[in-house]
């Protein structure tokens, strides 16, 4: 496995693969990798012949007021993490290989990205547009891996590529968790040991959710209720929203019965979690 740091490095080896006729896939990274992300890697490894990580804390998807200078960043783990699932090669570009001088180009969106995240985090799926598109055309995968961890990314990214007729298949990947439900995150260390042992209750109260809704219950409203109930036994969970939406489209539904998301946000002092399920329906 190699690690590079510029775009010309990657675009070279990614030509020689190309000229020996094999496939490649990318999984865009913030680093500091889990499970979560072995799992995107393992994915790809099987369906590609060669695997590309990105590993780049992106500056323009942060807000003024969000965590860009405190992410966690190891190198080291993150190239231990990629060896482990088979990753053929790191992409660990600096802020200046990426948004060099006089940068001024982004892409966005006019749908999706209003709710959800989107409502306190305005700036935020412009960066992460931006960076894919740019990691798209660096790399120029035949596939692309995304985690349903952040399950309005994936809708994004989808619509992104079929509007912009970006030319390779994004793959959703699903949630991978902690023994006891929580949603493996980068975030999850920031969470001192009292708030780390109540974040479960998220994964809890959306099973609830989910189980209502498998016993017949068709209100989303309904649903919406019993998971912020849930989440509210929790003394420090500050609930930012409890969302159920069509997942085709990521507008509110009043009724379960189509393809929803059902997703969370919810604030353990200062530390921002998601978490969501998916019933898929024809
Ligand atoms: P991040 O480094 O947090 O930007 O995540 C990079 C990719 O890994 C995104 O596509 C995430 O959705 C995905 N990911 C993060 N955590 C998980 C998880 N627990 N299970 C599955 N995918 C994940």
Redesign the pocket.
């Known amino acids: 496995m190699k690690i590079v740091t510029t775009i010309k490095e990657v675009r070279e080896q990614v030509a020689q693969w190309r000229a020996e006729g094999l496939t490649v896939g990318l999984?865009?990274?913030?680093?500091?990798?889990?499970?979560?992300?072995q799992?995107?890697m393992q994915h790809s490894v099987h369906d590609n012949d060669r695997t590309v990580v990105s590993d780049f804390v992106n500056p323009t998807q942060f807000g003024p007021d969000e965590d860009y200078e405190s992410y966690p960043r190891d190198i080291q783990h993150d190239a231990k993490k990629c060896d482990e699932a088979g990753a053929d090669l790191i992409f660990l570009p600096s802020v200046e290989e990426m948004y060099p001088g006089g940068f001024c180009s982004f892409v966005d969106m006019n749908g999706l990205t209003k709710g959800l995240c989107g409502a306190s985090r305005p700036i935020h799926f412009r960066g992460v547009c931006t960076v894919v598109t740019k990691l798209f055309n660096i790399v120029q995968p035949d596939r692309a891996?995304?985690?349903?961890?952040?399950a309005q990314?994936?809708s994004v990214i989808r619509r992104m590529a079929t509007d912009l007729n970006q030319n390779l298949k994004i793959i959703g990947?699903?949630?991978?968790?902690e023994e006891d439900g929580l949603?493996?995150?980068?975030r999850n260390t920031y969470l001192t040991p009292e708030l780390r042992a109540e974040a479960p209750v998220l994964n809890r109260a959306l099973q609830k959710g989910k189980a209502a809704i498998e016993a017949g219950e068709t209100s989303s409203e309904i649903v919406r209720q019993i998971i912020t109930d849930e989440i509210n036994t929790a003394p420090n969970a500050d609930i930012e929203y409890v969302e159920i939406v069509d997942w085709n489209n990521l507008e509110p539904t009043p009724s379960t019965e189509g393809s929803i998301l059902a997703a969370v946000a919810v604030r353990f002092g200062t530390t921002r979690l998601i978490d969501n399920f998916i019933i898929e329906r024809d």
């Open positions: 999984v865009p990274t913030m680093g500091y990798l889990h499970e979560g992300h799992s995107l891996y995304f985690g349903q961890k952040d990314q994936l990947v699903p949630i991978v968790r949603a493996k995150s980068s």
